[in-house]
């Protein structure tokens, strides 16, 4: 069986993230969504509630399991996975990814896989979805149809 995770911070979780797991389960039996806790951000959601949001989202799809950790993504995929599935915005860090996913095939075996975004979802990031939400800007088209967001 072909198992992935799907590491970030996922506040919120957009349609370029939707769209990287949609894609991944084509060659992919199992994806695990996991989502990174890091002190260093600021984040909008609590993490709980971001669960709850993907969890709902993906409620019958059982190829998709939602969990948060707050260690290295090597060590939480431990015995999950061979395989790290990445979304990678076009002329964003190509240097960054290439050399993490060199010291986690290094560490721990776990091969990266980087899905490009798709040209019509590069102008969508958390960041900006976030900052839309700050100021009660109406986010719909940049969420999976059917996420609910409520914080």
Known sequence: MRKAIFPGTFDPFTIGHY???????TFMDEIVIGIGINENKNTYFPIEKREEMIRELYKDEPRIQVMSYDCLTIDCAGSRSRFIVRGYPYGEGFEYEETIADINRK???????????EPELTCVSSTIVRELLTYNKDISQFIPKGMKMSE
Do not use: C, M, N, Y
């Open 19 to 25: 769209s990287v797991v949609e894609r991944a389960l």
């Open 107 to 117: 560490l721990a075996g776990i091969e990266t896989i980087l899905l490009f975004t």
